[in-house]
Antibody, heavy 125, light 108 residues
Framework: EVQLVESGGGLVKPGGSLRLSCAASGFTFSSYTMNWVRQAPGKGLEWVSSISTSNGYMYYSDSVKGRFTISRDNARNSLFLQMNSLRAEDTAVYYC??????????????????WGQGTRVTVSS | EIVLTQSPGTLSLSPGERATLSCRASQSVSSSYLAWYQQKPGQAPRLLIYDASSRATGIPDRFSGSGSGTDFTLTISRLDPEDFAVYYCQHYGTSWCSFGQGTKLEIK
């Protein structure tokens, strides 16, 4: 059974940093592109970032580019999101999601076939 | 950037009825790279439909997707009580990824 379990969320002050983790199990993690998607309170879904199987491609939404860094450790079946210079508008539930297909030089994201339950990030003073 | 607009914002129907949800793109979606997700309160989204009309694994056949170009539709043939949720469309497969704002399907 595919399982994705996020952790690392919490309350942080504006300008602060946070590192999210996603532990994957039930599938060959190293064979799949992975993503982060967020959902602000009462709002819709926003794709944040994606990373290819061997770190060859990493993409970000314009809203987080230059502040967030996605990474993965295939040996530990783990996905990460380093979030710096956090703003109030980054407040959201952050989901880890598996891609059904692969990203490339011209494809930044694909269908997301499995999702974790999310971890909540609150940016407030 | 392709902007996806879903309509209606809220749809009120009764169990057993047919639901038709719309997703319109601001530009033509290449190769019908359009997906639909269902999200219930407090839960993660669940993939229903991908490539505009392919059902994801384990999705009941009362869910179907159609459309091409800029106009896409998710149809639920006979509503089950568990189908009342928020539905999102997603564009993918290009240099951008975006979601629609969602349609809330509520019990009438």
């Amino acid at each position: 059974e595919v399982q994705l379990v996020e952790s690392g969320g919490g309350l942080v002050k504006p300008g602060g940093s946070l590192r999210l983790s996603c532990a994957a199990s039930g599938f060959t993690f190293s064979s799949y592109t992975m993503n982060w998607v967020r959902q602000a309170p009462g709002k819709g879904l926003e794709w944040v970032s994606s990373i290819s199987t061997s770190n060859g491609y990493m993409y970000y939404s314009d809203s987080v580019k230059g502040r967030f860094t996605i990474s993965r450790d295939n040996a530990r079946n783990s996905l990460f999101l380093q979030m710096n210079s956090l703003r109030a508008e980054d407040t959201a539930v952050y989901y880890c999601a598996r891609s059904k297909g692969s990203i490339s030089m011209i494809v930044v994201a694909t269908v997301l076939d499995y999702w974790g339950q999310g971890t909540r990030v609150t940016v407030s003073s | 950037e392709i902007v996806l607009t879903q309509s209606p914002g809220t749809l009120s129907l009764s169990p057993g009825e047919r639901a038709t949800l719309s997703c319109r793109a601001s530009q033509s979606v290449s190769s019908s790279y359009l997906a639909w997700y269902q999200q219930k309160p407090g839960q993660a989204p669940r993939l229903l439909i991908y490539d505009a009309s392919s059902r994801a694994t384990g999705i009941p056949d009362r869910f179907s997707g159609s459309g091409s170009g800029t106009d896409f539709t998710l149809t639920i043939s006979r509503l089950d009580p568990e189908d009342f949720a928020v539905y999102y469309c997603q564009h993918y497969g290009t240099s951008w990824c975006s979601f629609g704002q969602g349609t809330k399907l509520e019990i009438k």
